[in-house]
């Protein structure tokens, strides 16, 4: 049959086609509150082994969020919950949390008299009075303001009545919160908090409505087997994932076979003469070879294969006989090459001028 062919040009005998190298993110990718998975499909080769992610996800918006208490401008916050490195968000700006009545009740108020809370720099807060005999009794609302340096004074803080008799000897007890907040670092999170839309930063810190985006799909398992880029399906949101192949695997011959329903992708198992081998398609039944002979056309029936190969213009030949240096060919969508001429073969793309086709392979 000629030199025949050797061992490791056949899928069987090593891990052909490529791996998965890493997974690109892209769509619009925000809004998430439970994490997606990333389902890489199936390797197009017989033998091959689909390749597996680990998706991980950081926080890309704030909706909402509590004012805490405590709190000062330009502090950072470190969320809490989840598996991973958390992500921390700057508070920019604080507001007044909480307004009650201090230790001097001051005299002359009228019930509706407002007064400006003073310390800070800012737009000062205020406060809308109850009084009973001109006493302050406590506050039937207030204004938060909007603080870049809090209040020296928190407990007893000083008041200026905005218009009317009171003394301005009134003193309120304040608590500082969040009022703008802006998104340091997203974290990365492979397992999301138990409670995704609201997440702590700690004791008297402010609770966070979040959402959360796709940083990456880590490759568990790289997988072997494929000639092309598989699909890769995500299982919600607006995240898409698109798989990058590695290259300079293990070239092994791609052939197609009818072994049972269909004509399908085919490992080669053993070659047993120049014209027909044992092969392995998903169709076959697990740890029984079947035999097939090459053909010159696509295989109708049971036993029928083919090997595809590509002259210089992309053109396309059957393979009918296949040794480790010589390829026959008949024509299918090529004509460089009459029919039944051998011509040495090679893994590589066939080069201008030159008598050489390439096989097939992955």
Not at 314 to 323: A, E, H, I, Q, R
Not at 344 to 362: G, H, K, L, R
Request: net charge negative; aromatic share 6%; proline share 3%.
């Amino acid at each position: 049959m000629g030199r025949p062919l050797k061992k490791t040009y056949f899928g069987s005998e090593t891990v052909n086609g490529e791996s998965i190298a890493s997974i690109t993110i892209g769509g619009v990718n925000n809004a998430y509150i439970a994490k997606p998975t990333f389902l890489v499909a199936a390797p197009t080769l017989p033998l091959g082994v689909t390749a597996t992610t680990l998706v991980h996800m950081g926080v890309v918006g704030i909706t909402n969020f509590t004012s805490g208490t405590a709190i000062t401008p330009l502090q950072v916050l470190t969320l809490t919950g989840g598996t991973g490195t958390q992500g921390t968000i700057r508070v920019d700006t604080t507001s007044l949390a909480t307004v009650t009545l201090g230790a001097a009740h001051g005299t002359g108020y009228t019930t509706g008299d407002v007064v400006t809370i003073q310390g800070g720099t800012g737009t000062l807060g205020t406060a809308t009075v109850i009084a009973a005999l001109g006493v302050v009794t406590g506050f039937s609302t207030y204004t938060p303001g909007s603080y870049t340096v809090n209040p020296v004074t928190l407990t007893g803080a000083a008041t200026v009545k905005v218009g009317g008799t009171g003394d301005d000897a009134l003193t309120v007890n304040i608590t500082m919160g969040a009022n703008t907040c802006t998104l340091l670092t997203a974290g990365d999170y492979t397992v999301l908090p138990v409670d995704v839309t609201i997440v702590g930063s700690g004791a008297g810190n402010p609770l966070f409505n979040l959402t959360y985006k796709v940083v990456s799909a880590a490759i568990v398992l790289a997988g072997s087997g494929y000639a092309s880029v598989p699909v890769v399906t995500v299982s919600a949101g607006n995240a898409t994932g698109v798989a990058v192949l590695t290259t300079g695997g293990a070239n092994a011959i791609v052939a197609y076979a009818f072994t049972g329903g269909s004509n399908k992708i085919a490992d080669i198992v053993k070659q047993e003469g120049s014209t027909y081998y044992k092969v392995l398609t998903s169709d076959s039944v697990v740890g029984v070879d079947d035999r097939a002979v090459l053909q010159s056309h696509t295989p109708a029936a049971v036993g029928e294969m083919t090997i595809t190969a590509f002259d210089q213009g992309g053109g396309t030949y059957f393979v009918t006989k296949l040794t480790m240096n010589l390829a026959t060919l008949v024509q299918n969508s090529g004509s460089l090459y009459a029919n039944n001429t051998s011509v040495q073969w090679s893994f590589a793309s066939a080069v201008d001028a030159t008598p050489i086709v390439q096989i097939q392979n992955a």
